[in-house]
Nanobody, 127 residues
Framework: QVQLVQSGGGLVQPGGSLRLSCAAS????????LGWFRQIPGKEREFVAA????????YYADSIKGRFTISGDNGKGTTYLEMNYLKPDDTAVYYC????????????????????WGQGTQVTVSS
């Protein structure tokens, strides 16, 4: 069973930055789709960003476009989320996700399409 391990997150003031990391726990694994989602209590998991093997450019939710950057290596199953100009509305538990198939046609935005998940990490933006 593939396990993804996340690191990073924490408490930051509005306007600050954080970096989240995610990797397979035992060994690098090729994952054609890598994504990040976030969730607040009482709400569904929300798409944040995704990076696919054949996609020319990463995909971003409108709410974070221009502030967050996804990067990583699909061949190794590692992914990072650089978060800048953080706002209180960004406060949530963030999850990384990975799938060995190419999630095209917008399927990368759907959490149910991903087979593997990280344990989640809290990001709190507050003064």
């Amino acid at each position: 069973q593939v396990q993804l391990v996340q690191s990073g997150g924490g408490l930051v003031q509005p306007g600050g930055s954080l970096r989240l990391s995610c990797a397979a726990s035992e060994r690098p694994l090729q994952m054609l789709s890598l994504g990040w989602f976030r969730q607040i209590p009482g709400k569904e998991r929300e798409f944040v960003a995704a990076k696919t093997w054949s996609g020319r450019n990463p995909y971003y939710a409108d709410s974070i476009k221009g502030r967050f950057t996804i990067s990583g290596d699909n061949g190794k199953g590692t992914t990072y989320l650089e978060m800048n100009y953080l706002k209180p509305d960004d406060t949530a538990v963030y999850y990384c996700a990975a799938d060995p198939t190419q999630l095209s046609g917008g399927r990368y935005m759907t959490s149910q399409e991903y087979d593997y998940w990280g344990q989640g990490t809290q990001v709190t933006v507050s003064s």
